[in-house]
C-alpha cells in the first residue's frame, strides 16, 4: 500500500496553547482562551489555528480522498480531532457535530464511500481486521 504524509491530516495547531493545561491558560493567556471557550468555532488559539481553518484543511483532503484510493481501501492514521471531523463530514454532517463521534486510541473505525455517499459501518472497532 503506498503511503503519503499528508498535512491536512495533522491535528489542529493550538499554537501558544500547545502541550499546555487549561487551568495554565485561564491565568496565563486569560483573554484569549476565554474568548475560545465562549466560541471556540470562531475564536482562534494565540499564535494558532482556529476552527474553521482547521475545518477547511480536513476538507481539502476530503475533496481529493479518491485521488489517495485504489477504490479499495484508504488507511487514515490521524488523530482524534481529525478522524472526528472527517467522520462528521463524510456523513453530510455539519463540522461542529464532531463531537458525536469520539474515536478511541488504538481502535479502528470503517467508513464506505460509494458514490460521494458515506455509511459509518464500525466505529472503534479492537477486532483484528478482515477485509470483506
Not at 479518491?66 to 478522524?83: E, K, P, R
Not at 464500525?122 to 483484528?128: E, F, H, I, T
Amino acid at each position: 500500500m503506498p503511503q503519503h504524509i499528508l498535512p491536512e491530516l495533522n491535528e489542529m495547531y493550538f499554537g501558544d496553547w500547545e502541550m499546555r493545561h487549561h487551568r495554565d491558560l485561564t491565568h496565563e493567556d486569560a483573554e484569549s482562551y476565554a474568548a475560545w471557550c465562549t466560541d471556540w468555532q470562531n475564536a482562534v488559539p494565540t499564535n494558532g489555528e482556529g476552527f474553521q481553518a482547521f475545518t477547511r484543511r480536513v476538507e481539502r483532503f476530503i475533496s481529493r480522498i479518491d485521488a489517495f484510493s485504489d477504490c479499495q481501501n484508504l488507511l487514515i492514521v490521524s488523530h482524534q480531532g481529525v478522524l472526528s471531523l472527517l467522520i462528521a463530514r463524510l456523513l453530510a454532517m455539519p463540522a461542529a457535530s464532531l463531537w458525536h463521534f469520539r474515536v478511541e486510541q488504538g481502535c479502528w473505525s470503517a467508513i464506505d464511500l460509494c458514490e460521494g455517499f458515506a455509511t459509518l459501518k464500525v466505529l472503534n472497532s479492537r477486532a483484528v481486521w478482515r477485509p470483506e
